[in-house]
């Protein structure tokens, strides 16, 4: 499969570009740049997403705990509060938990790193030309070897 694709790609190149502009190396060495760019990014996302639940179920924790203890206070505000450590822990979720769910919400600074990390590949990234004329030398490909769509696709490209 993989044979396929890289002759197709190879095809491709040589279908787009006039013979001995020495070109084909260059955007085969930058589709190879693409293909580890992509990688790193993909896994740059994937600890963007794992710090991004870990965050999400700290807030779910906090949560869950203010909900509990809310619900069972305003069954008899009065008796709640009338306990004196109830008293003093409402005080402390206000000072401690409340705080750290406002800093988790505001701040989501897990997703720095991942924008950092994309902004810097961003200008390497395939334009819509780019996208164009790969889209046009597949048809070529497809119309010069008579090739079934789902031939194509499938990478089953006759010789290979």
């Not at 095809?11 to 990688?39: D, R």
């Not at 069954?75 to 409340?98: E, T």
Request: with cysteine; hydrophobic share 45%; net charge negative.
């Amino acid at each position: 499969m993989e044979s396929s694709v890289v002759l197709c790609l190879l095809g491709c190149c040589f279908i787009l570009l006039p013979p001995g502009t020495g070109e084909v190396f260059s955007a085969i060495a930058h589709m190879e740049k693409l293909v580890a760019a992509e990688f790193e990014l993909a896994q740059s996302l994937e600890s963007y997403i794992i710090a991004e639940e870990a965050r999400l179920d700290r807030i779910r924790a906090i949560g869950r705990l203010v909900s509990n203890v809310s619900e069972a206070a305003n069954v008899n505000i009065g008796r709640y509060l009338g306990h004196p450590v109830n008293a003093y822990r409402l005080l402390r979720r206000f000072m401690s938990d409340w705080r750290e769910i406002e800093d988790l919400v505001a701040q989501p600074a897990t997703a720095e790193e991942f924008v950092s990390r994309l902004t810097h590949y961003k200008p390497a990234f395939p334009s819509d030309d780019d996208l164009s004329g790969a889209a046009t030398a597949l048809m070529r490909l497809q119309n010069t070897y008579r090739l079934a769509p789902s031939a194509l696709v499938d990478g089953r490209i006759p010789g290979d």
